[in-house]
């Protein structure tokens, strides 16, 4: 059964959004502030071209939602139970921008989680900073908590560090297997997401001396890939590092694979593991690595109630928001109030581990001045059989690393 099948959640299906909402997409919901309630704000891409990890997004903040009321709510303030308002985005910056205006002016919210895609997140940053309301989320850009603001938390290591580790992952994984490696490629696409991680990879391979011998940015949506397969053909180059959303990752492996480039392709995220990777390129899937942010078998005992649910592995936008809501939830709780100033020192002063928070490959979750998230650390994953397996480093790996040079 497909995941959009079992879980009722397709692009087509009208939005399930719990514990007392009711949106009208790309917009809001009605008010729904209820007594006894916490309004926190939920602003994602339910449409448009990064809607499934919008809606991978939304089931996992909605899990954690459920989850934290159905054990009582926010103790410190009575019981409050966690009552989402979920908006769409859509998939372009000033939609998400107005979308953020109008639940901020037309609903009490506390707090708001998202966007996923960085550009949007980024964007809606701005208007939460000027009104001074927390935005928490797990979009990877070093602009996000760059920028001085004082509202904005990143529960996951900012881009540059995930692209060292994409590249010092891959180049223990490769030695480990016998290859030394010299020349490498990367190709990512040129959003703020993209072009920090390629400049993490960049760092990664002039420290150790490597090579890069083609390093090409592209539009989001190419639709012509074979200026930059022919690039990598010609290069020389003995593994590459394509950072993408969901489309273009299958452009690119399978236009590898189809044209007889077998080279390892080390993925960065986002695209590279979700089930419709593996989905849509079938065979082409099989040995790809990614660098992950989290993996839903570091911790079976929690995401084994996403899969029940839902239908499909908790995949690692959906685990990091629900840590985002667990997070949120804890702070409340923290602060014994809903008060901005409260709940933003909260954020600050506090080490998150009970809850979601037991996920993340650091244990916990504790923020810096900036309000990233200091004990992030990145893992390797690759597709087996259909399944996302941890393979690196080797003290959390469920399996060793297969390397095909």
């Known amino acids: 059964m497909t995941t959009q099948r079992k879980a009722g959640l397709g692009r087509r299906s009208t939005l399930k959004l719990g514990v007392a909402g009711a949106l009208a997409a790309p917009f809001l919901s009605q008010r729904a502030h209820a007594a006894g309630s916490v309004n926190v704000g939920v602003i994602l891409p339910l449409s448009g071209a990064n809607a499934q990890f919008g809606i991978n997004a939304r089931n996992g903040i909605q899990l954690a939602a459920d989850q934290i009321n159905a054990a009582g709510g926010i103790k410190s303030l009575g019981g409050a139970k966690i009552n989402l308002i979920v908006a769409d985005s859509t998939s372009t910056p000033t939609t998400a921008v107005n979308v953020a205006q109008r639940l901020l002016t037309q609903n009490d919210v506390v707090a708001i ?168 390129l079938g065979e082409y899937a099989e040995g790809v690595l990614s660098i992950n942010l989290s993996n839903y078998d570091l911790a079976p005992n929690l995401t084994k109630a996403f899969s029940d649910r839902f239908g499909y592995f908790m995949v690692h936008e959906a685990l990091e928001h629900a840590v985002c809501m667990s997070v949120l939830a804890q702070a409340i709780e923290n602060a014994k109030s809903t008060e901005p100033d409260k709940l933003r020192a909260a954020l ?32 390797m994953v690759q597709w087996r059989n259909n399944e996302l397996v941890t393979v690196w480093p080797a003290d959390v790996a469920k399996a060793k690393p297969v390397w095909k040079s």
């Open 348 to 379: 600050h002063a506090g080490k998150f581990t009970n809850g979601w928070c037991a996920a993340m490959t650091g244990g916990a979750v504790q923020f810096d001045s900036t309000g990233l998230n200091t004990l992030s650390v990145p893992v």
């Open 113 to 280: 989680l998202g966007a996923f895609v960085s550009t949007l997140t980024i964007a809606i940053s701005e208007v939460t900073e000027r009104r001074g309301i927390p935005l928490l989320t797990m979009s990877f850009a070093d602009q996000i908590t760059g920028r001085g603001f004082e509202n904005i938390f990143q529960v996951v290591a900012k881009a540059s560090v995930i692209g060292k580790a994409q590249f010092d992952d891959t180049l223990a994984i490769a030695a480990a297997s016998g290859q030394k490696l010299e020349r490498i490629a990367i190709m990512y696409e040129d959003t703020a997401y993209g072009t920090s991680q390629a400049g993490g990879l960049r760092t990664g391979a002039k420290n150790a001396g490597v090579q890069v011998v083609m390093d090409e940015a592209y539009p989001l949506g190419i639709t012509d890939i074979t200026p930059l397969i022919n690039k990598l053909r010609s290069s020389g180059a003995q593994a590459v590092f394509p950072v993408s959303y969901l489309n273009d990752s299958l452009l690119i492996i399978r236009a590898m694979r189809q044209q007889g480039i077998t080279i390892p392709a080390i993925g960065g995220a986002a695209g590279y593991v979700i089930p419709d990777f593996a989905k849509g």
